[in-house]
């Protein structure tokens, strides 16, 4: 599975920001589909990840309640919507895949498709 994430920029504190995650020759439908991030100088931190199987999504506690993901299949896009941004959600975010769940879906290896990661940068 080839993605091509896109959507970042810079932006104020407080704004939100939608991310995009293209997948080429399929659907994410039935895949196990997540966020990471990466800010100056820190390791890969786990954002969120959902499989649309009935399946509850996973939210790291510091984006809980401020980002979400949804899916458009006719576009074979996933989406990152994230809300009432802060300076320390500053990050390289990237979009990756696996195809069954995992019990470790927090752990970044665990994934084995990454995209090429999108640029955040929110100012106080």
């Known amino acids: 599975v080839q993605l091509q994430a896109s959507g970042g920029g810079l932006v104020q504190a407080g704004d939100s920001l939608r991310l995009s995650c293209a997948a080429s020759g399929r659907t994410f439908s039935g895949l196990v589909v997540g966020w990471f991030r990466q800010a100056p100088g820190k390791e890969r931190e786990f954002v969120l990840v959902?499989?649309?199987?009935?399946?509850?999504?996973k939210y790291a506690d510091s984006v809980k309640g401020r980002f979400t993901i949804s899916r458009d299949d006719a576009r074979k896009t996933v989406y990152l919507q994230m809300n009432s941004l802060k300076p320390e959600d500053t990050a390289i975010y990237y979009c990756v895949v696996r195809t069954y769940w995992t019990v470790r879906w927090y752990d970044p290896h665990e994934y084995p498709y990454w995209g090429q990661g999108t640029q955040v940068t929110v100012s106080s």
């Open positions: 959902t499989q649309w199987s009935g399946r509850t999504p």
